[in-house]
């Protein structure tokens, strides 16, 4: 395979995004271009003269104004990630598939050395020195670096495939963590800069304003707007399963009025029929509505149930549901006391229904915050069925 078979691809009547990482993939190999780990392929390439490549980085402008640098984990930027380190600036490094949250914060140990920084910058170092940072840390990013298969000289980006780069950019935008002025930059092998058909580009594609080579240093000048949020249309509820961050992301801005209708629901008004077929598959996945629990005295309900008080009146169990998967509290079984304000929720086990209660504080429904409570920890003399007959008062209980 030659350059040439590059130049091919990129002209080539009905080439898709894969095609293209195909080819990268391909020709990297072919030529003994990648660095461990490999093969390459499906991995956002290790190349040989990454390190010489990424020493550009801290010359650019935009690296020696910014104060906070998010660098994503993979091996080819390991040096970005030292000359952040080593210029006592802020390190934020993604979660690897964001399945524990959006960043973490490297904090190398008092008086490290270079070495010290250098390990604190690989994937090791990354696990071993970093602090989890928060939804509510009112992080501002100042400057992104994310990896590529392949980047054209106008700034248009093609990733693995698995789209954590862009959702992650779009997590950032929602939570204010940074701007369409934000500079993105990216660090390639010559090789992966090539022509990219504007056709292949969606609008949740993330677009860079630097590439950063072993030979050259590429001011795009990309004017084509990058992703102004999450796009939840894209986003399905098999993802929001592993993306706990995503789920929260999504429940703030459902509170706040946003369309959030995700990949595959029903949209409002396709019918009454649909709706309530809809409502029949919710108890027939949750179980019926049934006494069990709810109605013993409190000595006799479970540790893994949890009670949720205080519903506006005209909740509809869906409604309830919803809300629970939001927060990522979905139980094994609900009991619904809808006309009473109230349901009780069965978890697996004591330790899920902790964790449930801690992530339902604070919900809402309407105008209304709920209480949310172990049900075993409400007085003995107060029966649970009792419970569920009024709303709750809210309060918040010691777990």
Same mark, same amino acid.
């Given at each position: 395979?030659?350059?040439? &078979? +590059? =130049?091919?691809?990129? *002209?080539? %009547?009905?080439?898709? #995004?894969?095609?293209?990482?195909?080819?990268?993939?391909? !020709?990297?190999?072919?030529?003994?271009?990648?660095?461990?780990?490999?093969?390459?392929?499906?991995?956002?390439?290790?190349?040989?003269?990454?390190?010489?490549?990424?020493?550009?980085?801290?010359?650019?402008?935009?690296?020696?104004?910014?104060?906070?640098?998010?660098?994503?984990?993979?091996?080819?930027?390991?040096?970005?990630?030292?000359?952040?380190?080593?210029?006592?600036?802020?390190?934020?490094?993604?979660?690897?598939?964001?399945?524990?949250?959006?960043?973490?914060?490297?904090?190398?140990?008092?008086?490290?050395?270079?070495?010290?920084?250098?390990?604190?910058?690989?994937?090791?170092?990354?696990?071993?020195?970093?602090?989890?940072?928060?939804?509510?840390?009112?992080?501002?990013? &100042? +400057? =992104?670096?994310?990896? *590529?298969? %392949?980047?054209?000289? #106008?700034?248009?980006?093609?990733?693995?495939?698995?789209? !954590?780069?862009?959702?992650?950019?779009?997590?950032?935008?929602?939570?204010?963590?940074?701007?369409?002025?934000?500079?993105?930059?990216?660090?390639?092998?010559?090789?992966?800069?090539?022509?990219?058909?504007?056709?292949?580009?969606?609008?949740?594609?993330?677009?860079?304003?630097?590439?950063?080579?072993?030979?050259?240093?590429?001011?795009?000048?990309?004017?084509?707007?990058?992703?102004?949020?999450?796009?939840?249309?894209?986003?399905?509820?098999?993802?929001?399963?592993?993306?706990?961050?995503?789920?929260?992301?999504?429940?703030?801005?459902?509170?706040?009025?946003?369309?959030?209708?995700?990949?595959?629901?029903?949209?409002?008004?396709?019918?009454?029929?649909?709706?309530?077929?809809?409502?029949?598959?919710?108890?027939?996945?949750?179980?019926?509505?049934?006494?069990?629990?709810?109605?013993?005295?409190?000595?006799?309900?479970?540790?893994?149930?949890?009670?949720?008080?205080?519903?506006?009146?005209?909740?509809?169990?869906?409604?309830?549901?919803?809300?629970?998967?939001?927060?990522?509290?979905?139980?094994?079984?609900?009991?619904?006391?809808?006309?009473?304000?109230?349901?009780?929720?069965?978890?697996?086990?004591?330790?899920?229904?902790?964790?449930?209660?801690?992530?339902?504080?604070?919900?809402?429904?309407?105008?209304?915050?709920?209480?949310?409570?172990?049900?075993?920890?409400?007085?003995?003399?107060?029966?649970?069925?009792?419970?569920?007959?009024?709303?709750?008062?809210?309060?918040?209980?010691?777990?």
């Amino acid at each position: 395979m030659s350059r040439g &078979d +590059l =130049v091919a691809i990129e *002209s080539r %009547a009905g080439v898709s #995004k894969q095609d293209i990482r195909e080819q990268i993939w391909d !020709y990297m190999e072919a030529r003994n271009l990648a660095d461990f780990p490999r093969p390459v392929h499906h991995r956002i390439p290790n190349f040989k003269g990454a390190s010489c490549a990424a020493e550009h980085f801290p010359r650019l402008p935009a690296f020696k104004v910014a104060r906070t640098i998010k660098v994503n984990p993979d091996a080819p930027q390991k040096n970005a990630r030292f000359f952040v380190l080593d210029s006592k600036k802020t390190l934020l490094v993604p979660t690897p598939r964001l399945r524990t949250g959006l960043f973490n914060r490297i904090t190398p140990p008092p008086g490290a050395t270079k070495d010290i920084l250098r390990k604190c910058a690989t994937s090791q170092g990354v696990r071993n020195y970093s602090v989890p940072v928060g939804l509510d840390a009112r992080v501002l990013v &100042d +400057l =992104v670096v994310v990896g *590529s298969v %392949a980047v054209s000289e #106008k700034g248009w980006r093609i990733g693995k495939g698995e789209g !954590y780069a862009d959702l992650e950019y779009a997590m950032m935008v929602s939570m204010g963590a940074v701007s369409q002025g934000t500079p993105v930059v990216t660090i390639v092998h010559d090789c992966q800069v090539i022509d990219i058909p504007e056709a292949l580009l969606e609008d949740h594609d993330l677009t860079v304003d630097y590439i950063l080579t072993p030979t050259r240093v590429i001011a795009t000048g990309c004017e084509r707007p990058k992703p102004t949020g999450i796009v939840w249309s894209k986003i399905s509820r098999e993802m929001m399963e592993k993306i706990p961050i995503l789920r929260s992301l999504h429940y703030r801005e459902k509170q706040a009025g946003k369309r959030v209708t995700l990949q595959g629901d029903q949209h409002p008004g396709e019918g009454r029929s649909q709706h309530t077929a809809a409502r029949s598959a919710v108890r027939r996945a949750w179980g019926p509505p049934e006494p069990e629990s709810c109605s013993l005295q409190v000595q006799d309900v479970p540790s893994s149930t949890v009670y949720v008080g205080n519903l506006p009146q005209a909740t509809r169990v869906s409604e309830l549901k919803s809300a629970l998967r939001e927060r990522g509290a979905a139980p094994l079984r609900l009991t619904w006391r809808g006309p009473q304000h109230g349901a009780c929720l069965h978890y697996q086990d004591p330790a899920s229904a902790r964790r449930a209660l801690s992530c339902l504080q604070g919900l809402h429904l309407g105008a209304n915050t709920l209480s949310v409570v172990l049900a075993r920890q409400q007085r003995v003399s107060d029966p649970v069925s009792s419970l569920a007959g009024k709303p709750h008062p809210d309060h918040d209980p010691t777990i």
